[in-house]
Antibody, heavy 121, light 111 residues
Framework: QVHLVESGGGLVKPGGSLRLSCAASGFTFSDYYMNWIRQAPGKGLEWVSYISGSGFIIYYADSVKGRFTVSRDNAKNSLYLQVNSLRVEDTAVYYC??????????????WGQGTTVTVSS | QSALTQPASVSGSPGQSITISCTGNDSDVGSYNLVSWYQQYPGKAPKFMIYEVSKRPSGVSNRFSGSKSGNTASLTISGLQAEDEANYYCCSYAGTITSLLFGGGTKLTVL
């Protein structure tokens, strides 16, 4: 069964860091672009970053560029998001999401349950 | 770049049809036939409903359909059912720099 499971969220002070992880199962992980999408409390969805199956192509939203780093370990079927210099406005549920048909632009067909990041002093 | 524009809310009665619009510009919706739609229940992860403007993934009801005209994409739900009450989000590819843009979301109420 295809599955994405995020972990690593928590409560952190402004300026702090976290490493979010996503464990994939049930499909050939290295064949797929993977995305991080976030949703602030009571707000809409916001694309954060995507990474190609090889890990060589990476893009970030302007709102996180220079502070967040996406990576993947295909041997471990895992996706990561290192989030640094956190701000109150980064508070959100962070979803790990698979690109449909392996690409980032057709849509996103498989979503994890999300991990919550709360930035507060 | 700004988010795509969706109405905050729409409503309809069971059996009726409703349409949710998603307006972008020449750099996103207008440039690519790469609009997707997602359904989200409160507290749950979004569900993939439509891709490439009008295609349905396997398992999605044919009551859901998508279209596009110029810079505006639309999601139509026909034969409204109580279970369709949810939030709906559009998303468009916007080129390699901006990458992906979401709409602000539309809350559908089934009266």
């Amino acid at each position: 069964q295809v599955h994405l499971v995020e972990s690593g969220g928590g409560l952190v002070k402004p300026g702090g860091s976290l490493r979010l992880s996503c464990a994939a199962s049930g499909f050939t992980f290295s064949d797929y672009y993977m995305n991080w999408i976030r949703q602030a409390p009571g707000k809409g969805l916001e694309w954060v970053s995507y990474i190609s199956g090889s890990g060589f192509i990476i893009y970030y939203a302007d709102s996180v560029k220079g502070r967040f780093t996406v990576s993947r370990d295909n041997a471990k079927n895992s996706l990561y998001l290192q989030v640094n210099s956190l701000r109150v406005e980064d508070t959100a549920v962070y979803y790990c999401v698979r690109g449909y048909n392996g690409e980032p632009y057709y849509g996103m067909d498989l979503w994890g349950q999300g991990t919550t990041v709360t930035v507060s002093s | 770049q700004s988010a795509l524009t969706q109405p905050a809310s729409v409503s309809g009665s069971p059996g009726q049809s409703i349409t949710i619009s998603c307006t972008g510009n020449d750099s996103d919706v207008g440039s690519y036939n790469l609009v997707s739609w997602y359904q989200q229940y409160p507290g749950k992860a979004p569900k993939f409903m439509i891709y490439e403007v009008s295609k349905r993934p396997s398992g999605v009801s044919n009551r859901f359909s998508g279209s596009k005209s110029g810079n505006t994409a639309s999601l139509t739900i026909s034969g409204l059912q109580a279970e369709d009450e949810a939030n709906y989000y559009c998303c468009s590819y916007a080129g390699t720099i901006t990458s992906l843009l979401f709409g602000g979301g539309t809350k559908l109420t089934v009266l």
